[in-house]
């Protein structure tokens, strides 16, 4: 297999493991600036072909391998100094698993998950630093009938990515991960709280996820009259949950951080709905399944919550 050359000064790639929107979006946005291997499930030729914000259709070169290919190498060249896990949360630990004989233990890993539920996981197991990202980046891989089936993943809109750990022990190392990030483009920060950070994400995905995947809309349309009633319940019921865990809401509060993700991500597909598209599972556990399992912990009423989950997509 054919592999771009390494940068001077033999800089240790990063592993992005998971071909995704997500993981198509960072490896398209780092790779012109940092070596990387991007490990997807199925074959693919060595580019993404990247659709940015602003219209413009970018292919950007990169080595992209399958998990079993990487894993049967052994040159020490090639020991990653960063893995990022952009897999969908319900395959992390197994994909982390299948990689992990081929890892220095103390390789530090980058989790990209939605939820609140496979974080405190493995980071509680991995004897290396773990890092959580909360990023509002959006965007999407295109479905193969439609006009952009010459792109891999549009970049919808772009947002923020928070770099933390939940033990408060790394903050270096998530300075100079955002860091990288920001010298590719993309903005990016170190957080000394990324748990709040990744609960706030959870409030937000909790409406627009299952909601968009429901009724098969863009984010945008959730901004119209019929869709208001119900997100006010919902994000009534979010900030109690919230409260009760103890995460300060945004200082513009629950409600508007909600519309002002909507708005923002107005163009974007959410990843349920995506996976509803493509037929695939959706993460409807590992985004809802937290805040109810909260609301439980507190004796709190999550019944409009409940009430979506039996009705979202699984």
């Known amino acids: 297999m054919s592999r771009p050359a390494r940068s001077s000064g033999d800089i240790p790639p990063w592993l992005i493991v998971g071909a ?73 630990q197994a994909a982390l698993d299948a990689l992990s004989p081929r890892l220095k233990p103390t390789t530090p890993l980058l989790l990209l998950q939605n939820g609140f539920q496979i974080q405190p996981r493995i980071s509680g197991r991995w004897a290396g630093p773990v890092l959580c990202a909360s990023t509002t980046e959006a965007a999407y891989r295109p479905a193969p009938a439609t006009d952009h089936a010459s792109i891999d993943v549009v970049h919808a809109a772009a947002g923020e990515t928070w770099i933390g750990d939940l033990a408060g022990q790394h903050h270096d190392l998530a300075s100079t991960v955002a860091a990288c990030l920001n010298d590719a483009g993309m903005i990016a920060g170190a957080c000394r709280d990324i748990r709040q950070r990744l609960w706030w994400k959870l409030a937000v995905n909790a409406v627009i996820n299952p909601l968009t995947a429901s009724h098969r809309v863009l984010n945008g349309e959730l901004a119209k009259p019929e869709f208001r009633p119900r997100i006010a319940t919902l994000v009534a019921e979010i900030s109690r949950i919230m409260q009760a865990e103890g995460i300060q809401p945004p200082g513009k509060g629950w409600q508007a951080l909600v519309d002002g993700v909507i708005e923002t991500t107005a163009a974007n597909q959410s990843s349920m709905l995506q996976d509803v598209l493509a037929g695939r599972p959706t993460e409807r556990d590992a985004i809802l399944g937290p ?10 009423e999550t ?3 409940t009430a979506l989950y039996q009705t979202t997509p699984n």
Do not use: N
């Not at 970018?58 to 060249?77: G, K, N, Q, T």
């Open 303 to 305: 019944s409009t919550l």
């Open 20 to 92: 995704g929107a997500l993981g198509q979006l960072f490896a398209a946005s780092l790779a012109p600036h940092h070596p990387l291997v991007l490990l997807g499930r199925r074959p693919a030729a060595p580019v993404v072909r990247l659709r940015t914000v602003d219209g413009s259709d970018l292919s950007v070169a990169l080595r992209r391998e399958l998990p079993s290919e990487w894993a049967a190498e052994r040159e020490e060249i090639d020991a990653p100094a960063l893995v990022m896990l952009a897999t969908k949360s319900r395959d992390t």
């Open 291 to 300: 805040l109810i399992d909260a609301g439980c912990r507190h004796a709190l």
